[in-house]
């Protein structure tokens, strides 16, 4: 496949030229013409790069890039020595941020209520789901199930005067934990996001909701697995998933 077409059909399949993003979306950095060997994962950094030489990978799709518009525009140090290893390899470089939060079947939020068995499921925000548990749970039984379903770390779970039984739940994958204000205005019995703020464990407390801080890393690892899945049954490439465990 040529290293345009993939662009090409990634955005087609997932909207990846519809939305204002903080990052480009799609080819960031050019290498070799043809593609057969990729290497897929969360953030792109030296360890992934290093791995993706070694499989002899003709590229690297990631959910978090090299390029942000808040960064500085000067090539030094860490990010000139990641362009570097990527360059002298001639290794495609893609990334899609937003697109892959939000795709109804590929994203991080799709994902991770597929991974929780949530049913009935709508959206509350244009990054927030809302739906059902498949079986009501009890806060703390609902803190194991998202541990071994996402193999997480660590859940910080605050819950001090919400309700015992969970059923209904909103979620937003990241760095989404400003969103539990939605699922309190919309008395929902639970909140996931992948991270925390010190203001969160007062607002959980006082609107009497579960909040479980899952993990960044966490839960986003499941938007590019799905994209690689896709890619290797729809098109029949070489797609391998690199872990590069992350407790944050």
């Excluded at 077409?5 to 519809?18: C, H, R, S, T, Y």
């Excluded at 799609?26 to 969360?42: A, D, F, K, S």
């Excluded at 890039?65 to 001639?90: E, H, M």
Aim: aromatic residues 10%.
């Amino acid at each position: 496949m040529l290293n345009v077409d993939l662009e090409f059909l990634v955005n087609q399949k997932i909207d990846g030229n519809q939305h204002d993003d903080y990052a480009p979306n799609g080819l960031q950095v050019e290498g070799r013409r043809n593609i057969q060997n990729i290497v897929t994962g969360v953030t792109f950094c030296k360890k992934l790069i290093d791995i993706a030489v070694k499989c002899n990978a003709d590229a690297i799709i990631v959910h978090h890039g090299c390029f942000w518009k808040n960064d500085s525009p000067v090539i030094t140090g860490i990010k000139y020595k990641r362009l570097q290893a990527l360059l002298t390899n001639n290794i495609n470089l893609y990334a899609w941020h937003f697109p892959l939060d939000i795709h109804p079947e590929l994203g991080n939020n799709a994902q991770l209520a597929k991974r929780l068995k949530i049913k009935k499921i709508s959206l509350l925000g244009k990054f927030v789901m809302q739906g059902e548990l498949s079986i009501p749970s009890h806060g703390i039984a609902f803190n194991k199930n998202i541990k071994e379903a996402l193999h997480c770390y660590h859940v910080w779970h605050f819950f001090e005067r919400a309700p015992s039984i969970i059923k209904k739940i909103a979620w937003c994958t990241g760095k989404g934990q400003n969103f539990i204000k939605l699922a309190i205005q919309n008395n929902l019995d639970a909140f996931i996001s992948g991270e925390v703020s010190e203001e969160t464990m007062h607002l959980a407390k006082e609107g009497r909701i579960h909040f479980y801080s899952v993990g960044h890393y966490a839960t986003e690892r499941v938007g590019i697995q799905a994209l690689g899945k896709w890619l290797m049954k729809k098109y029949n490439l070489n797609v391998i998933f690199i872990d590069i465990p992350n407790p944050i």
